[in-house]
């Protein structure tokens, strides 16, 4: 059974800085392209980061550039998002979702996900 | 970046077909996947390649494709597909991804 369980979600400070993991089983984690999509609360699924399964590719959506950098470790079967310079309209949960087949861009699995608090 | 547009809100009756569109230029290339999102949930994907469902999703589901415009319809539908319903699709320029604003549809 695929599984994707993300952690490391809390309440950080505006400024701080959080990285989220997303723990794969189920499947041959190093052969799919993994990405992150957050949803502020009561509010719509927004796409935040690729990774290819080769970790050589990597997209950022224009509201996390720069600040937020993902990763991946195939041998932990592990999905990373460090998150900089958080900023409250950060505020979301946080889901890991792995593409279904490479450069189809829809997402077949998904975490349950973890929520991030930006706030003072 | 290109958009993609959903009508924030449908109604149906129970055991009838409703139709949800998604609207947007990259639709004219590629074609939208469907999710449906229940509250306190994850998305799950229902259709995918314009008319491919998943394993388990029932046959209710079928999606379309004209134009600029992706549907997801479900033909008589129930009380539990009351729920969240997002597109996605590649893009044309930009990002890779997007996301519609999604439709919460209502079963009467």
Redesign the interface.
Same mark, same amino acid.
């Given at each position: 059974e695929v599984q994707l369980v993300e952690s490391g979600g809390g309440l950080v400070q505006p400024g701080g800085s959080l990285r989220l993991s997303c723990a794969a089983s189920g499947f041959t984690f190093s052969t799919y392209s993994m990405?992150w999509?957050r949803q502020a609360p009561g509010k719509?699924?927004?796409?935040v980061s690729?990774i290819s399964s080769s970790g050589n590719i990597r997209?950022y959506? +224009?509201s996390v550039m720069g600040r937020f950098t993902i990763s991946r470790d195939d041998a932990r079967n592990s999905l990373y998002l460090h998150m900089d310079s958080l900023r409250a309209a950060d505020t979301a949960v946080y889901?890991c979702?792995r593409e279904?087949y490479s450069?189809?861009? +829809?997402? +077949?699995y998904?975490?349950?996900?973890t929520l991030v608090t930006v706030s003072s | 970046s290109s958009e993609l547009t959903q009508d924030p809100a449908v109604s149906v009756a129970l055991g009838q077909t409703v139709r949800i569109t998604c609207q947007g230029d990259s639709l004219r290339n590629y074609y939208a996947s469907w999710y449906q999102q229940k509250p306190g949930q994850a998305p799950v994907l229902v259709i995918y390649g314009k008319n491919k469902r998943p394993s388990g999703i029932p046959d209710r589901f079928s999606g379309s494709s004209s134009g600029n415009t992706d549907s997801l319809t479900i033909t008589g539908a129930q009380a539990e597909d009351e729920a969240d319903y997002y597109c996605n699709s590649r893009e044309t320029s930009g990002h890779p991804v997007i996301f519609g604003g999604g439709t919460k549809l209502t079963v009467l």
């Open positions: 990405n999509v719509g699924l927004e796409w690729y997209y959506a +224009d889901y979702a279904q450069s189809s861009w +829809d997402f +077949d998904w975490g349950q996900g | -």
